[in-house]
T-cell receptor, first 113, second 116 residues
Framework: SQQGEEDPQALSIQEGENATMNCSYK?????LQWYRQNSGRGLVHLIL?????REKHSGRLRVTLDTSKKSSSLLITASRAADTASYFC?????????????FGKGTKLSVIP | NAGVTQTPKFQVLKTGQSMTLQCAQD?????MYWYRQDPGMGLRLIYY???????DKGEVPNGYNVSRLNKREFSLRLESAAPSQTSVYFC???????????????FGDGTRLSIL
């Protein structure tokens, strides 16, 4: 069953605007990861945030994590046409030796030039 | 540096046929995974191999078998293909760091499989 649920399902913005995607999950986690998938390609890892972290940055990406609300957000600033892709959150469960990430259904982002 | 390589990229099968999807990684990772991705769905884990010599079921293992041939290669076999197995299949690999197994995964570009 799906652990993470992204919101919105689809997002269309103009180039230069910021894009915010949200992810909610149900059970306690070890970490939460965000991935990007371009059309016809595999997923590419963007950023990992641990359960004891609240915010993380990587270039134009900003991820926040609120474990009390069981939610995370991904902000892409100054978006570019090349950011057009689907974005997935994935949760890593608590417990040693657990290798299973659980992926959400994704947010499809379209950046219009 | 190829990363994760999957073959074939496309395949069409008839119901009841069998085939093996191949996956190889050149990053010396211990852990490897097979997922399927269906329209409007996220990725669902079929099987994974935490290390060479071990395999475990994921969320949707029915109708599939896997073989961890060596550290580099992890294959997925459909013994008797069914239309419900029409999907895009992704292989991934990762490396445990400091005892933490939930590390970033590196994905291949997928095998698009249609079963008629």
């Amino acid at each position: 069953s799906q652990q993470g649920e992204e919101d919105p399902q689809a997002l269309s913005i103009q180039e230069g605007e910021n894009a915010t995607m949200n992810c909610s999950y149900k059970t306690s986690i070890n970490n939460l990861q965000w991935y990007r998938q371009n059309s016809g390609r595999g997923l590419v890892h963007l950023i990992l945030i641990r359960s004891n972290e609240r915010e993380k940055h990587s270039g134009r990406l900003r991820v926040t994590l609120d474990t009390s609300k069981k939610s995370s957000s991904l902000l892409i600033t100054a978006s570019r046409a090349a950011d057009t892709a689907s974005y997935f959150c994935a949760t890593g469960p608590l417990g040693a030796g657990s290798y299973q990430l659980t992926f959400g259904k994704g947010t499809k982002l379209s950046v219009i030039p | 540096n190829a990363g994760v390589t999957q073959t074939p990229k496309f395949q069409v099968l008839k119901t009841g046929q069998s085939m093996t999807l191949q996956c190889a990684q050149d990053m010396n990772h211990n852990s490897m995974y097979w997922y399927r991705q269906d329209p409007g769905m996220g990725l669902r884990l079929i099987y994974y191999s935490a290390s060479e010599g071990t395999t475990d079921k994921g969320e949707v293992p029915n109708g599939y078998n896997v073989s961890r041939l060596n550290k580099r290669e992890f294959s997925l076999r459909l013994e008797s293909a069914a239309p419900s197995q029409t999907s895009v299949y992704f292989c991934a690999s990762s490396e445990e760091v400091g005892g933490d197994s939930n590390q970033p995964q590196h994905f291949g570009d997928g095998t698009r499989l249609s079963i008629l």
